[in-house]
Nanobody, 122 residues
Framework: QVQLVESGGGLVQAGGALRLSCTVSGRTFTRLSMGWFRQAPGKEREFVAGMRWSDRRTYYTDSVKGRFTISRDNAKNTVYLQMNSLKPEDTAVYYC???????????????WGQGTQVTVSS
């Protein structure tokens, strides 16, 4: 059974930073492409960032480019999302997700975490 467990969410002031972590078990992590998504109240879940397992190429939605960084530590089976210069509009539940293929900019992922709340106050 594949499990993804996120941590690191919380309340931060605008301009601050948070680092989300997602630890994967039950699956060969080195062969998983990983993504981060978010869902704000009343909105659809959206892709935030992704990293292909094959070459670690990264992708970001335009609104977070230059502020967010996705990274991974294969030795720890963990993917991270470093979020800097946070804005109130970044407030959402953040989910990590994993998939076997290298097509990361899509909502079609095989495995999902339970989500962690990020709240940015103005």
């Amino acid at each position: 059974q594949v499990q993804l467990v996120e941590s690191g969410g919380g309340l931060v002031q605008a301009g601050g930073a948070l680092r989300l972590s997602c630890t994967v078990s039950g699956r060969t992590f080195t062969r998983l492409s990983m993504g981060w998504f978010r869902q704000a109240p009343g909105k659809e879940r959206e892709f935030v960032a992704g990293m292909r397992w094959s070459d670690r190429r990264t992708y970001y939605t335009d609104s977070v480019k230059g502020r967010f960084t996705i990274s991974r530590d294969n030795a720890k089976n963990t993917v991270y999302l470093q979020m800097n210069s946070l804005k109130p509009e970044d407030t959402a539940v953040y989910y990590c997700a994993g998939k076997d293929s290298i097509v990361v900019v899509t909502s079609q992922y095989d495995y999902w975490g339970q989500g962690t709340q990020v709240t940015v106050s103005s």
